[in-house]
């Protein structure tokens, strides 16, 4: 299965932006960049996906860099709700649909 | 609009006892698969499947088994139940296309005595 690195955990105030990486160094050019998010006791929820250019949305933007061996999950302005750990997962087309999760990262949000 | 459900929420089986968790969702997906999540750990692939009458064995899928009849349900059944066993169980359901959003249950904490 295609590998993500992220960082095991990040701290942020609240109001302010958070940016999230992900290595993804083995991507290739059909894979898909999804990020989900569990917040404490729940299931997984959606937050973004990507294939190769920049995407926003109503919780969050997604930066791909140019050759998609990694990317960024942007919050633009981190509150106590986002205190989540957050998924970076590749969706690659020879394995269907299958959502691979790693150990994620979790952010932890200061009031 | 219920999304995927789950059930039980919560769950005490003893060693040796079998038990079916319970997934449904409403929203026509093809692509149905459970999930386990240990503590302090992330979500791991037991079973999936991509339609009905079709599944597939994930990355860890001993000591569970799995049907699709209906496209609705997605029921797992352990056979034995072990303490290892003790987790918590997420179903997720999507469309099969890879640019699409995966929606999950709210869990089945499962303990085993």
């Known amino acids: 299965d295609a590998k993500t690195t992220q960082p095991n955990s990040m701290e942020s105030n609240e109001e302010e932006p958070v940016h999230l990486p992900c290595n993804h160094s083995t991507i290739s050019g059909t894979d898909y960049i999804h990020w989900y998010r569990q917040l404490p006791s729940q299931g997984p929820e959606y937050v973004i996906h990507g294939l190769t250019s920049n995407v926003n949305n109503r919780m969050a933007s997604l930066a791909i860099a140019e050759d998609r061996k990694s990317s960024t999950l942007i919050l633009h302005r981190a509150t106590l709700r986002d205190a989540a750990v957050y998924y970076c997962?590749?969706?690659?087309?020879?394995?269907?649909?299958?959502?691979?999760f790693g150990g994620g990262t979790r952010v932890l949000v200061k009031p | 609009n219920a999304g995927v459900t789950q059930t039980p929420k919560f769950q005490v089986l003893k060693t040796g006892q079998s038990m079916t968790l319970q997934c449904a969702q409403d929203m026509n997906h093809e692509y149905m698969s459970w999930y386990r999540q240990d503590p302090g750990m992330g979500l791991r692939l037991i079973h999936y499947s991509v339609g009905a009458g079709i599944t597939d064995q994930g990355e860890v899928p001993n000591g569970y088994n799995v049907s699709r009849s209906t496209t609705e349900d997605f029921p797992l059944r352990l056979l034995s139940a072990a303490p290892s066993q003790t987790s918590v169980y997420f179903c997720?359901?999507?469309?099969?296309?890879?640019?699409?959003?995966?929606?999950f249950g709210q869990g089945t904490r499962l303990t085993v005595v």
């Open positions: 997962i590749l969706i690659v087309r020879a394995a269907g649909n299958k959502l691979t």
């Open positions: 997720a359901s999507s469309h099969p296309e890879m640019n699409t959003e995966a929606f």
